[in-house]
């Protein structure tokens, strides 16, 4: 029973060492989200950490879901963060404006993802001038 005791301590005491002294990561966040209908753009305010604010943001359309009873599709889409493995150091915010034409259906119900944990939904209507 000791040399189990012992062994555990030996593989996890450097691994608690590890996560008090280095940086973690923190995972992407929205400040707003709203939709832009001047512009046909979503426009978030993403909040996230690094080393620099020079992170450049896109977006990854999934598939339009049709659901019993809804008037509108779903899509979700997750923002991808470019230095994604960017050591949290600093606090950053910015406004970034994401073209709407590669959407996949509208009108739709987007779901906004950039973490598991992080999300928003917003209505986009129909694109003006289409029946």
Same mark, same amino acid.
């Given at each position: 029973?000791?040399?189990?005791?012992?062994?555990?301590?030996? @593989?996890?005491?450097?691994?608690?060492?590890?996560?008090?002294?280095?940086?973690?990561?923190?995972? $992407?966040?929205?400040?707003?989200?709203? #939709? $832009?209908?001047? +512009? $046909? *753009?979503?426009?978030? !305010?993403? @909040? #996230? +950490?690094?080393?620099?604010?020079?992170?450049?943001?896109?977006?990854?359309?999934? *598939? &339009?879901? *049709?659901?019993? =009873?809804?008037?509108?599709?779903?899509?979700?889409?997750? /923002?991808?963060?470019?230095?994604?493995? $960017? @050591?949290?150091?600093?606090?950053?915010?910015?406004? !970034?404006?994401?073209?709407?034409?590669? /959407?996949? &259906?509208?009108?739709?119900?987007? !779901? /906004?993802?950039?973490?598991?944990?992080?999300? #928003?939904?917003?209505? /986009?209507?129909?694109?003006? =001038? !289409?029946?």
């Amino acid at each position: 029973m000791y040399h189990w005791i012992r062994r555990c301590v030996s @593989v996890a005491a450097p691994l608690v060492v590890l996560s008090i002294l280095c940086p973690r990561a923190m995972a $992407d966040n929205f400040g707003a989200v709203r #939709y $832009d209908p001047a +512009r $046909d *753009q979503l426009v978030v !305010t993403m @909040v #996230y +950490r690094g080393t620099n604010p020079d992170h450049v943001f896109s977006l990854q359309w999934g *598939q &339009c879901n *049709q659901r019993p =009873g809804e008037s509108r599709p779903e899509v979700s889409v997750e /923002i991808l963060d470019s230095q994604w493995q $960017d @050591v949290a150091r600093q606090n950053f915010k910015k406004t !970034t404006r994401f073209d709407l034409s590669d /959407i996949p &259906c509208r009108p739709a119900k987007v !779901t /906004i993802r950039s973490a598991p944990r992080f999300f #928003y939904t917003v209505s /986009i209507p129909a694109k003006s =001038g !289409t029946n």
